[in-house]
C-alpha cells in the first residue's frame, strides 16, 4: 500500500512539475499555449495614454490602443477591466497572439454626469513580466452652460 501510495505521489509531482504550459484563463477558458522562459512574450502599445482634449458633458469619445507582441512566444490577454462602468473595453483579442503579430483594444468613454478634468484608467492583464499594463484616457469635460469652446 505504501508503495502505491509513493507511486501516484511521484507520478502526481512529475506531471505537475514538468508542465510546459501556460495555465491562465482567458475568455473563462484555461489558455495552453508553450511559454518559452528564457523568450517570454512582452506587449508594446503604440500609445498608453489618449488625451481626448476638452468635450462637453454627455459626449462619448473611443480610442483604439495599438500594441505588438514583441516577445518570442504567443501573448495572452487574461484580463481588460475599466476602472469604472464610463469607461468600457468594446474589442480585444481573446486568441492568443503570435510573435511579431500586432492587436488592438477599442475603449468607450461615456461622460454623462462627469466634470471637469478626468483620467480614467483601463487594466489589462496579460502572460507578460510586468502582467499588469495600465491604458490610460484624460481629458477635460465642460458641464451644461459653461462657456464655449472657442
Not at 512539475?17 to 491562465?24: L, P, R
Not at 483604439?64 to 480585444?92: A, E, I, Q
Not at 503570435?98 to 489589462?124: C, L, N
Request: charged share 25%.
Amino acid at each position: 500500500m505504501n508503495k502505491f501510495l509513493l507511486g501516484t505521489i511521484l507520478f502526481a509531482t512529475l506531471v505537475v512539475g514538468c508542465g510546459e504550459k501556460k495555465g491562465d484563463m482567458v475568455d473563462g477558458k484555461l489558455s495552453t499555449e508553450v511559454i518559452d522562459p528564457k523568450n517570454p512574450p512582452v506587449i508594446e502599445f503604440k500609445d498608453t495614454t489618449y488625451n481626448f482634449g476638452t468635450i462637453s458633458q454627455g459626449e462619448m469619445v473611443s480610442f483604439t490602443f495599438y500594441f505588438k507582441n514583441t516577445g518570442g512566444s504567443s501573448l495572452v490577454l487574461t484580463d481588460v477591466r475599466p476602472s469604472c462602468g464610463c469607461t468600457v473595453p468594446k474589442d480585444w483579442p481573446k486568441d492568443p497572439i503570435a510573435p511579431g503579430e500586432e492587436g488592438k483594444i477599442d475603449v468607450t468613454f461615456d461622460s454623462a454626469g462627469k466634470q471637469g478634468k478626468v483620467t480614467k484608467s483601463i487594466r489589462v492583464v496579460a502572460n507578460t513580466k510586468p502582467t499588469t499594463h495600465i491604458l490610460r484616457l484624460e481629458g477635460e469635460i465642460k458641464a451644461p452652460g459653461s462657456e464655449e469652446e472657442g
